[in-house]
């Protein structure tokens, strides 16, 4: 029996048909351990190589890289050290699909997965002003800003499928192509 | 006094009392936002009034990042000491999505978007029906640009930047013909970045490339390019020490910069030379009440001069109707026509009389150019100087 659980519409089949895969890299979650500076590296080749799919190319590669940085940072902070990041990049009609694979200690994975419950409640506007506005240099609440901003600013529909049997974790940011054009 | 880091730089200007943000501030380590935010601290504890906070030319913010800004905006809006005034940029992605969300911290805090409205004509200038005129005016003054381009230096190899570069099509004309290795248009209209983008893919055009962009805070690295141009729009700016200050620092030392720029003084023709004088002389005028100037081809040589650029070259496009196509030259004057009895006329709340008036001092204009004998000549006025 399969131990793996989803936070969020995680399949979401009326928005993911007929896509277009833009962009993968798998890599070494060590890597960018090693070097934080390889967050930025990879968020901004992933974003200046798949800007060219839109009309809006400045745009679209400040937003890819904005939401592709804060994802990374989250998943390969928490990842193994001995785990691949599969990192996925697709277009969808009028949807873009931000997609990482990794594997995380069963602390990392429950802590995600708190904080992937925490921001599919209704009241996004509400959650969001009462985070910037906590200590955000407290413990609780330091790892959270960087989804909540992705959530909040670019509109995106966050979701995990997390397996507390092997550690896998797919996170998924959903945004709208529109937030492009703003 | 600044402070810099392994992708950013924080400088203070203290003439607007801002904080200038450039540059990537990402996962920086604890120690560097620690230092940022005794730097911001400092800044706060020494100043009246309100404090900027700018960051046009921050390509990317991380949330790391954010923490310490939305820190020190807690801070201070607990201090009550100075208002905070954060700006941004449309252009810029980050910036409109995360910065308006600031100034619920606190009362004293605001957010303006710097180049909404940033110049007068802005509405007019960057809308989609600004192209045809644009690109009129393009096919009567490239045959002539190419050479006096090619005169000022403009050759195979250069890396060029086209700032303001409008709807593209020059920026092409220059990657096709002249060989450059690779040119960047920049301008601050979708519209026109969008059209630019659209003619490069079905020109095939590989050594070019367009961005959106705002011409007084490039995204662009110091002194890159080898040749830069900026065409028919410093008339076009209130502000034109903005522009020009980005474009010397983005020149590298030896290369150029190039400017031309529109002079109503200079628009002749007869017969019904009277009538034309009078035309020109009401559509300058109106150009100056929306913060243009269209007489701005004669200051060219001391603007140049006044950045301290050397080896200067002036030239004349003169398009007139003996080594133009009358019927282009007339298009290009009924879109002008168009363009200051409706647009700007409208903007300007111009009565019926007066915009009657205009339109008949074109259509005089008209009449002259497809007379057969009739002779009329639009200056355009190029100048370049080199950077030491």
């Not at chain 1, 802590?111 to 969001?128: K, N, P, S, T, V």
């Not at chain 2, 009246?48 to 790391?64: C, E, I, P, Q, V």
């Not at chain 2, 644009?134 to 250069?158: A, D, F, S, Y």
């Amino acid at each position: 029996m399969s131990s793996a659980v989803t936070v969020g519409n995680f399949q979401e089949p009326e928005r993911l048909k007929d896509g277009r895969l833009l962009a993968r890299l798998t890599l070494p979650a060590n890597d960018l351990l090693l070097d934080w500076r390889r967050f930025s590296l990879v968020a901004n080749y992933l974003a200046e190589y798949s800007a060219y799919h839109f009309e809006q190319k400045d745009r679209a590669e400040n937003l890819i890289s904005s939401v592709f940085y804060e994802l990374i940072e989250r998943l390969a902070a928490s990842s193994r050290r001995e785990a691949r990041l599969d990192i996925r990049f697709t277009a969808f009609a009028e949807w873009l699909l931000f997609e990482l694979h990794s594997s995380f200690p069963a602390e990392e994975l429950a802590r995600i997965r708190e904080l992937l419950a925490e921001l599919q409640g209704g009241d996004q506007e509400g959650y969001y002003r009462r985070l910037l506005a906590a200590d955000l240099e407290a413990e609780g609440n330091r790892h959270k800003l960087g989804l909540a901003m992705v959530a909040h600013d670019y509109h995106a529909r966050l979701s995990g499928l997390l397996d507390a049997g092997d550690g896998s974790v797919v996170l998924r940011a959903l945004v709208g192509e529109q937030e492009i054009s703003g | 006094m600044s402070i810099t880091g392994d992708r950013y730089l924080i400088s203070y200007d203290p003439l607007d009392q801002q904080v200038n943000f450039e540059g990537s501030l990402r996962a920086v380590n604890p120690a560097d936002l620690d230092a940022i935010r005794s730097y911001l601290n400092d800044l706060h504890q020494r100043l009246d009034g309100t404090m900027r906070l700018n960051f046009r030319k921050l390509r990317y913010l991380s949330s790391a990042g954010l923490r310490v800004i939305v820190d020190f905006l807690k801070t201070a809006n607990q201090e009550r000491k100075l208002d905070i005034q954060l700006i941004g940029s449309k252009v810029v992605a980050w910036e409109e999505k995360t910065l308006p969300n600031l100034p619920s911290l606190g009362e004293r805090i605001g957010f303006q978007v710097f180049d909404r409205n940033f110049y007068e004509s802005q509405g007019i200038i960057e809308d989609a029906q600004f192209i045809p005129l644009l690109r009129n005016q393009t096919r009567l003054l490239w045959p002539l640009e190419r050479e006096v381009l090619i005169r000022h230096g403009l050759r195979e190899g250069l890396k060029v930047a086209d700032i303001c570069c409008g709807c593209g099509d020059v920026a092409l004309l220059i990657a096709r013909d002249l060989k450059p290795s690779f040119v960047l248009g920049v301008d601050h209209s979708l519209p026109a970045i969008e059209y630019a983008s659209q003619l490069q893919k079905e020109f095939k055009v590989r050594n070019a490339d367009f961005r959106l962009g705002d011409a007084t805070a490039l995204m662009l690295e110091d002194e890159q390019f080898d040749f830069v141009l900026c065409r028919l729009s410093i008339q076009i700016f209130s502000r034109p020490e903005l522009i020009l200050k980005e474009l010397y620092r983005i020149l590298k030392p030896g290369g150029r910069m190039y400017l031309n720029g529109e002079d109503y003084d200079l628009i002749i023709g007869y017969p019904h030379d009277g009538d034309i004088r009078k035309v020109y002389d009401a559509a300058g005028r109106y150009g100056t009440a929306i913060g243009m100037d269209l007489y701005n081809g004669k200051k060219l040589y001391s603007i140049l001069g006044g950045l301290r650029l050397t080896n200067i070259r002036l030239d004349y496009l003169d398009v007139d109707t003996v080594n133009s196509d009358r019927q282009l030259f007339a298009e290009m004057i009924r879109s002008w026509r168009h363009f200051s009895a409706q647009t700007i006329g409208q903007r300007l709340g111009l009565t019926g009389q007066a915009q009657s008036e205009l339109e008949a001092g074109y259509d005089a204009h008209l009449r002259t150019i497809q007379h057969p004998f009739g002779y009329s000549k639009w200056s355009v006025m190029a100048a370049s100087g080199e950077k030491r």
